[in-house]
């Protein structure tokens, strides 16, 4: 029989005990997030926009987390900053003076643009120089809906660009920044996928090829650096975001709404971001997969 060291010739983790006590269990939807503590870690969230994005940036700033919030359009992303930045103050029980800091701020950036990406990251780093890029969401897509033989190259163009480009920029970035703590403190990186991650639907060649290459990124990213301390995770939402768009294509009245079950809520997704990012490193999640009670599967 092979001796323990042999048995687990490539986990020299698993043969360097301590005595320190664990770490605390605390209950679902308590304790801190992963990585650096809240005063000093910002949420950095690339694809903001009125449903989801903004979701999950409210979900983090009303646990007192500083917002770093990108999307093209940088004056409604200010107007948001500004109510986060009363979530944050008013969850960590301080009030705003002039003089401090802001607990979130906007900053432009188009996926289509690779270097925007590492600009809009080196601007929210600047902003907050006492701070860390502690959890990175990246939420952004180019999705065409085409039949196949009707797909120009541009649109496959630019869904590889907005998904595999702009995501392994995106995710070098963080990863670098990440890894200048020296791997003392982690952090989270949160990535956001459709269906067609996994499975291409007719007419989604272009967004499937990307967005399953996307996730494959993903999974190699996580491997490589997990057992740095960096905790990479794909969410794999499979349905309709309910949102006012999704409610006009379905020539939905003002006051009409999707019924329980059948589309997918910016806020109950943003909860399991938050799930994900409050893992503790003895148990982490890297594919999470969403969908309402309804959809077929
Ligand atoms: N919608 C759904 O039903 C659905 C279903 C499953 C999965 N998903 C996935 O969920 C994520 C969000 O999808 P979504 O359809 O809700 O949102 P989206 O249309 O991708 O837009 C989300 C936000 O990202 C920003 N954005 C769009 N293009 C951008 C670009 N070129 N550069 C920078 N930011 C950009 C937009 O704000 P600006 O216009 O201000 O830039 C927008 O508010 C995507 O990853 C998508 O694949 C969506
Ligand atoms: C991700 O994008 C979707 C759709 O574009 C949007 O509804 C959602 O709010 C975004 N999520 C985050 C965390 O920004
Ligand atoms: C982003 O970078 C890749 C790799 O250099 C390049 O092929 C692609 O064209 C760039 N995208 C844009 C829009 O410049
Ligand atoms: C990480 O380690 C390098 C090399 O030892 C050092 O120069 C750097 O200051 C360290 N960074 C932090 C944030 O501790």
């Not at 008013?90 to 003089?99: H, I, P, V, Y």
């Not at 701070?131 to 990246?138: E, H, L, N, P």
């Not at 019924?259 to 971001?273: C, F, S, V």
Request: glycine residues 8%; positive net charge; charged residues 20%.
């Amino acid at each position: 029989m092979a001796s323990p060291a042999r048995r687990n010739q490539n986990r020299t983790d698993l043969l360097n005990p301590t005595t320190d006590p664990y770490p605390t269990v605390h209950a679902l939807g308590t304790g801190a997030l992963y990585g650096p503590p809240q005063p000093e870690h910002i949420v950095l969230i690339l694809g903001v926009g009125p449903g989801l994005g903004l979701a999950i940036a409210q979900t983090f700033a009303s646990y007192g987390y500083t917002t770093a919030i990108m999307s093209r359009t940088k004056s409604r992303l200010d107007a948001w900053a500004v109510e986060l930045d009363k979530v944050a103050r008013a969850a960590r029980g301080t009030s705003s003076t002039a003089k401090e800091q802001p607990l979130s701020l906007g900053f432009a950036c188009d996926v289509l643009d690779n270097g925007s990406i590492e600009r809009a990251i080196g601007e929210a780093q600047a902003a907050w120089p006492d701070k860390k890029i502690g959890t990175a969401i990246y939420n952004a897509s180019v999705r065409k809906r085409k039949p196949f033989l009707e797909l120009p190259m541009d649109a496959m163009k630019d869904s590889v660009q907005a998904s595999i480009f702009a995501g392994f920029t995106f995710l070098q970035t963080i990863i670098r920044s990440m890894k200048e703590r020296n791997g003392t403190e982690g952090g989270n990186v949160l990535v956001t996928g459709a269906t067609s991650s996994i499975r291409g639907r007719e007419q989604f060649a272009a967004f499937a090829a990307s967005k399953g290459g996307l996730r494959q990124m993903c999974q190699s990213v996580a491997r490589e650096y997990g057992r740095e301390g960096i905790h990479v995770a794909h969410v794999v939402v499979d349905g309709l975001i309910e949102s006012d768009e999704a409610k006009s294509f379905f020539g939905f009245k003002d006051n009409q709404r999707f019924r329980d079950g059948t589309t997918l809520r910016p806020d109950e997704i943003a909860k399991n971001y938050l799930f994900l990012a409050l893992q503790s490193p003895s148990t982490w999640t890297f594919e999470l997969d969403l969908r309402p009670a309804k959809e077929h599967f």
